[in-house]
């Protein structure tokens, strides 16, 4: 059967319903949308973890866990002196580490359900901060200009490195974990080699803030989004040209990438713009939107500013091809017909004869 397939995004809006705030850590809980930002998402076995905000930076936020299939609900885990702005996990899912406005990182082992809080361990406001592929250390990069390297084990910065006096605005490791992109806000990323935390260079993206970047899935490339509404790729070294692969209508703050290599760029304005194949789709939210992370194939969470988590699912749709039109056959040169005829009349000849006998 000739068929086409076709692949749309749909946003499906999750109401968080207002109730108050629960004692308990384990009990999930609904919270006030129209107040709590989430600031970041970050994978945690089969569930999620989410920082929280409100408009107020200074009031304590908190990390809650949030399962793919109903985002509505969210189990608080720990809270934080301030405003919760970027966590990160381990890939075996034990750790989770969160940094707040006021530069706290917290590390909570998932097991123990223990959170440790390491009062300004990075100094002043981090918007980012990654774990590193052996999830020994965690990375941060706060408003300073500064990226350290927390040891976990240890319980202290082993690490930092100045980068020029712009604030971090957003961290990434290479795939093959042997360097560490850091984007800034005078327009530039860095690049860190790792684990040496050595600056080896910087690319410079645009005369605006770079918001936010993300490696390909090879190493190989950087994809950055910045305040003058440009989705750009570079290559991931010293100098290298960046170009523009799509334009939004505000600025584009965050990137996420799945593991097929598929990209999402969100804008602060709430517009989430997919690229796949050379194709770019684009979606609308109500919200403004802070963080995005894939759930798996086809599924990506959305935290946004007002309207808590969504999701972007993936929807399939068979189109089949157009009938054939019906052609009339010509007309051969020696008609089928006579050498039918031929055949059946020596066949009943040879019958006749065999009857005779």
Known sequence: MNARLLTAFAVALIALPHAARADHHEEKKSVDSESLWITSIAPVGDSFAVG????LLLRPGAVSRVSPDNVNELEELYEHPAAVWTIASTKDGKTIASSD???NLVVYDVASKEAKTHDAAFERWCQSLVIAPDDKSVVAGNE???VFSWNLAEGKVEKSVELG???ITCLAFSPDGTQVAASDGAGKVHLLKWPELES?????ISEETAWCVAYASDSKSLYVGSS???LYRAEAKPDAKAESIATGSDWITRIAVSQSGEIAASEIGGRIHFASGGSVTTLGAESGVWSLCFAGPGKLLVGTRKDGV???GQTWTLIKASPKEETTPEPSDAPEEDGEEEAEAAEKEEADAAKEE
């Open 101 to 103: 406005y006021l530069g």
């Open 52 to 55: 929280t905000a409100t408009g």
């Open 200 to 204: 080896v260079g910087a690319v410079t």
């Open 310 to 312: 969504l999701t972007a």
């Open 144 to 146: 300073s200009g500064k």
């Open 165 to 167: 006096g712009a604030s």
């Open 228 to 230: 003058d509404r440009n």
